[in-house]
């Protein structure tokens, strides 16, 4: 199984990120980016579930290694309000986590040499299968990092936030995974985590929002349209603005399956 994330070191930029309202310390990311980023790529087995067409797949750098989740341009399906490429905003939802300082998303890169052509690679988090559902009733105390991942999910305009899509690592870290459909510059937030719905917003995670306003860092900006650089800036003042939990209009604000 792929190895966890072991403890932050105390790099200025773990003090950075907690000064934009980390919860928790930073994970050392450089070996598992470098690995995404340099390894050779075997496939393991399909993801027979999988909406599109994706892969587990072994990466091997020197005599480290490490399970990621490939997902190739090529298996994707045409969708009528998302263009092709939905691996670039796999990559985009990472880079945005890290700049809010969050690192909620698995490591994530583009390689243009996967076994299949050009996709996301995403380093796999293991678990024991819980997912979003059966957390926020059993486990209080991961209440607060289910609170960032809706202001995140606000923020990135996730389209496809199922319960599956939020995993439990052995170190009580839940991270967010499966945002190719996110950043469309039209309101399309569909999620199960509405259980906030009407709390405030923690000033911390308005402050690491806040910065946005002003300027979209440019390997994030890359990857997406420049109208949907502009709505995240509109979503990031709103959030700073009106910093409270919405509530679903609709039922079409669910995705389905829930799970």
């Known amino acids: ?15 950075d990120a907690v000064d934009r309202g980390e919860l928790d310390p930073r ?47 090529l298996g994707e399906r045409p969708l009528f309000d998302f263009p092709p490429g939905l691996h670039a905003r796999e990559e985009a939802a990472f880079l945005l986590s890290e700049y809010l300082g969050w690192h909620l998303v698995p490591p994530t890169v583009t390689r243009e040499d996967g076994p299949f052509g050009v996709g996301s690679l995403q380093w796999f988090i293991d678990n024991d299968g819980d997912h979003y559902f059966p957390l926020l009733e ?41 945002h190719g459909l996110c950043f469309h510059a039209e309101s399309k937030l569909r999620t199960v985590i509405w259980d906030f719905a009407g709390e405030p917003i923690d000033q911390e995670l308005v402050r690491a929002v806040s910065p946005l306003i002003d300027e979209v860092p440019d390997d994030l900006a890359r990857l997406l ?27 079409y604000q669910f995705p389905w399956p829930l799970v």
């Open 1 to 15: 199984m792929a190895e966890q994330f072991g403890e932050a070191g105390e790099s200025g930029d773990a003090r």
């Open 225 to 251: 349209l420049p109208e949907e650089v502009d709505a995240l800036q509109t979503r990031a003042s709103r959030i700073v603005r009106l910093p409270f939990f919405p509530h679903p209009r609709s039922h």
């Open 27 to 73: 994970p050392p990311f450089d070996r598992e980016l470098e690995i995404l980023r340099t390894g050779d790529l075997a496939v393991v087995t399909q993801l027979m579930e999988s909406s599109n067409l994706g892969f587990v797949v072994d990466s091997s750098h020197k005599e480290d290694y490490g399970w990621a989740v490939y997902k190739p341009l």
């Open 138 to 178: 059993t486990r209080e105390d991961l209440h607060d990092q289910f609170r960032r991942m809706a202001v995140f999910d606000l923020l990135a305009n996730n389209t496809d936030r199922k319960s599956g899509h939020v995993l439990l690592d052995s170190g009580d870290r839940v991270w967010g995974i499966d």
